[in-house]
Each structure stands twice: as structure tokens, then as C-alpha cells.
């Protein structure tokens, strides 16, 4: 209904709500791509934009952060949008009893906690003693019936570990209903070589197939396969991103916008040339070299840009 308008919506949106953390993870994208220079949208512009959302028929939000229950104040307005499902990526350390005492009360904001596999790995990138408080957190979740799930990054280093039987056996056993396997893309420089080969990806693939036919429990790989799905999902073709200040950009992974719903409605920031121009090209964005074929070829992004540059418009890039 919305297309025919002249008005492209996507069905799903990422928010990221904050950049504030309590952790500093090795190799962390939100980090990489922090801006210090402008402040975070106040949770009434979030419970205004959420509500926008559900109004033009986006029913499933991805919340990521920094950490996202940092800022509950947006959850609160989250919850208060009933229409929609909200996904949060959480390290799942400032889950306490009064959080999931809230979480009783809002049964459309979904925990998803983040892992990197068993403790040694999960230590290992997230610091010490955090694995540990992450399993106490489930427990609490699970003994107060709150649906929860859990996201693994993927690295060519630990592929092995975070797709073995014996640990998604685990996570499931241990009440987790939804599992994403979140594609590591090397943002930081000198990180490339974490990043999946093509033929780990295949493996990738299968195993999370398999998991769909043995576990009760929902399995998601993203970025994902480009060329299965004709290109690139991004810049509204499949989802949108709106970074901490308000910029709608195509991807988490590509912090690139020539437009805000800080002051905009969303419906009509969603009119930006930039994510027109990339849907546009979207299959010219299959070759993903290192997880997100936007960030791969960002010299191209760079020069969709540039006309809106020059000509004074508002378009901010700062991919660093």
C-alpha cells in the first residue's frame, strides 16, 4: 500500500539505541564507529519513531546498541508499542530483578544475549568472569518464563565452536528459543582475517540448516548469503538502520545517511536518495569480501554521497 504512495517501507528496522557500554569487546563494529559529537535521540523521539514504524507495517525491530538496556527508557517506549516485536541484543549483565520483573510486563521485548562461544572464548573477547554471568542471567530468564534467545559471532576462528552440536545442545537446554549467528565483518582495521572464507560461510549454511531439523529452536545467520537473495538487503530493500543521534542509514555495518528522523518523519526520511540509489544497484552488491558487500565497496557508497555534498545538502559519512 505504502509503495504504491511512492513511499518504499522495509520490513524490518535496526535501532540502534545508545552507544554507551558497560564492556569493551576486541573488535567491536558499534565501537569502531563511535561519534562522539552529537547527542543520543531522548526515548520520547524513539517512542515516537517506533510508533511511526508500526503505523507504515514494520512489525520486527532489531535493538542494538552500545547496550541497549543502558537506555531503558527506550525500552519502556518500545514496549509501549505493541504492534511490533522488539529484538534486543543485549551482554546481558545489567539484566537484574527488576529488569526482568519489566520484561514480565512486556512481552514484546525479546532478549537476545550475546556469546562467543563457551567461556574461554566469551572471556576471551568480552573479559573475564562475564561467561559466567551471562548463564546466571539465562537462569533468571528461564525460571521467570521470559522467551530469550542468544547471538554468536562467527569468526574464522571460532566457527567450529559456536556451530558445535554439543554447545548449541547447550544453549537450547539451557532455555534459549532463538540463536543468531552474526557474521563477523572486519571494520577495525587488521581485523580481515577473522572474517568467514566462502567456504566457511557454505559450512555456515549447512550447519544452520541442520540445527532447524534437530532443535527446537529458531536459527538465523545474517549478514548472509547476498547472492541468494539477489544482493544487498540493505538501505530499505530488506531493513534500514537508525544509528544513536537519528541518521537512517542502509546498514550497521555501513554508517552512511543523507538523511535524520530526528526532526523527520520517518516515511518521509525514508524518501532519501542515498538508499534509492543503493537499492537501485543492489545486485552489484554480492560480493561481500569480508561479510557486508555495502562496507566492501564504500568507495562506490562514497560517491552517491558526494553529489548531495556538494551541493550543500546534510549528508554525513563518517566511516573513519
Known sequence: SWEARGTHVPPLMVASITESCNLRCKGCYAMAHRRRAENELPAARWSGLFREASE???SFVLVAGGEPFARWDVLEAAAATPDALFAVFTNGLLITPRTIAALQRSRNVVPIISLEGPERQTDGRRGPGVYRRVIQAMGQLRAARIPFGASLTATSVNLDVVTSPSFIRSLVDAGVRIVFFVEY???EPGTEALALTERQREVLRRRVNAFHAERRALFVA????EG???GC???GRGFIHVDPQGRLEPCPFAPFSDASVRETPLAEALGSPLLAAIRGNHDRLTETRGCCALWADRDWV???LAPAQEAGGEADEQAG
Do not use: C, K, S
Not at 545474517?222 to 548469503?225: A, I, K, Q, V, Y
Open 56 to 58: 507504515l507495517g514494520i
Open 185 to 187: 565483518t572486519p571494520i
Open 222 to 225: 545474517f549478514p548472509g548469503d
Open 228 to 230: 541468494q537473495y539477489g
Open 233 to 235: 538487503l540493505a538501505a
Open 302 to 304: 562514497r560517491t552517491l
